[in-house]
């Protein structure tokens, strides 16, 4: 795998693409996940929590994960990558530029991501990278999700 110095703008360039890489490791949902997750955020909706309403009710025929469960997943959904991003004090999210929940996650299902590189800016205070993130149900065509997450990456401090 190659490393690339955070503030080595050019090096980071060539790796933006208009393909995704490779995905990551699979990961279940489980309904007790869903649950924890609606425990923990208030959003106790039916359509999440409850199995035998959703089976009858629900479009899906099964309850399905938060939006932002999945979301919250990326950390552990690392995406396969080329490159290694080497030489900074710290890294900070910094936002998005675009969030789609495009396709539901049923529970039960496992999920993995892909990513690719889409932008890469010198900043005053370090370096931002922009990379999309698509969410898939393993065996799905559409994502489930897809994120432009922006990090911003630090230089070391001095002293």
């Not at 703008?9 to 995905?23: H, T």
């Not at 932002?68 to 950390?75: A, C, E, I, V």
């Not at 996650?105 to 698509?134: D, F, M, N």
Request: hydrophobic fraction near 40%; charge should be negative; proline fraction near 4%.
């Amino acid at each position: 795998m190659d490393e690339i110095q955070f503030d080595d703008i050019d090096a980071l360039r060539a790796n933006v693409s208009d393909e995704f890489g490779g995905f990551g490791d699979q990961v279940e949902v489980t309904q007790a996940m869903i649950d924890q997750f609606a425990e923990l955020t208030g959003d106790r909706q039916w359509i999440h929590i409850d199995v035998e309403r959703a089976k009858k009710e629900s479009p899906f025929g099964q309850t399905i994960a938060h939006g932002f469960l999945t979301l919250s997943l990326l950390p552990t959904l690392r995406t396969a990558a080329t490159y290694r991003i080497t030489g900074y004090g710290n890294a900070t999210n910094y936002g998005s530029n675009k969030l789609r929940f495009i396709s539901p996650v049923p529970a039960g299902s496992k999920l993995h991501a892909h990513s690719r590189l889409v932008a890469v800016e010198a900043k005053p205070k370090g370096t931002q990278v922009t990379q999309e993130i698509a969410v898939h149900v393993v065996g799905g065509e559409r994502p489930a999700l897809v994120y432009n997450m922006m990090v911003l990456y630090h230089p070391k401090a001095k002293g």
